[in-house]
């Protein structure tokens, strides 16, 4: 089955840069999608195919994906980035395939 | 507006029954594929199960193969999970989702889920 691994949390300073990883063996040959999760609601889609938005997400959001890793970048980080972050992706022998999670603190 | 609206989850004793519902509106329900994915308390998303538009393919996650039944009715905008032989560890928050694709397969709009406790 595929795995995807992903730092536990990622700590930033307010205005400041968050990458996000999210590892699996040769993940740059799939398409990365990441969810943001704040407490006590669903998931919410903020990039898609590696690296593009959905209507209505800021341009704060982007995302890259290469060799073994895909990164999740929030610039200009803000009190209500913080929430947990999770990427996914599509395999043939595993179907939908989520990562473990990461926990984003601005602090 | 675009919306999925779960329902039926509750508390249940291992080795019971649940059927969960999803009601969609806001969007053409039957040309979309939809997908389950639950959250156990505490942990990470697990997908559970995918079915096409027409519901003629369908997929489980291996954890809940041959115990649930993912089924839909597009002339009621409805998708349903028939969970039977329930375990602890299907205790979670299930959500419905929408399937988006673009060069991948993704979850573009989710609904905020029901709650399945199964506990003696």
């Known amino acids: 089955s595929y795995v995807l691994t992903q730092p536990p949390s990622v700590s930033v300073a307010p205005g400041q840069t968050a990458r996000i990883t999210c590892g699996g063996n040769n993940i740059g040959s799939k398409s990365v999608h990441w969810y943001q999760q704040k407490p006590g609601q669903a998931p919410v889609l903020v990039v898609y195919?590696?690296?593009d938005r959905p209507s209505g997400i800021p341009e704060r959001f982007s995302g890259s994906n290469s060799g073994n890793t895909a990164t999740l970048t929030i610039s200009r980080v803000e009190a209500g980035d913080e929430a947990d972050y999770y990427c996914q992706v599509w395999d043939s022998s595993s179907d939908w395939v989520f990562g473990g999670g990461t926990k984003l603190t601005v602090l | 507006e675009v919306q999925l609206v779960e329902s039926g989850g509750g508390l249940v004793q291992p080795g019971g029954s649940l059927r969960l519902s999803c009601a969609a509106s806001g969007f053409t329900f039957s040309s979309y594929e939809m997908n389950w994915v639950r959250q156990a308390p505490g942990k990470g998303l697990e997908w559970v199960s995918y079915i096409s538009s027409s519901g003629s393919t369908i997929y489980y996650a291996d954890s809940v193969k041959g115990r649930f039944t993912i089924s839909r009715d597009n002339a009621k905008n409805s998708l349903y999970l028939q969970m039977n032989s329930l375990r602890a560890e299907d205790t979670a928050v299930y959500y419905c989702?929408?399937?988006?694709?673009?060069?991948?397969?993704?979850?573009?709009?989710w609904g905020k889920g029901t709650t399945v406790t199964v506990s003696s």
């Open positions: 989702a929408r399937l988006g694709y673009g060069s991948g397969y993704y979850m573009d709009v």
């Open positions: 195919d590696d690296s």
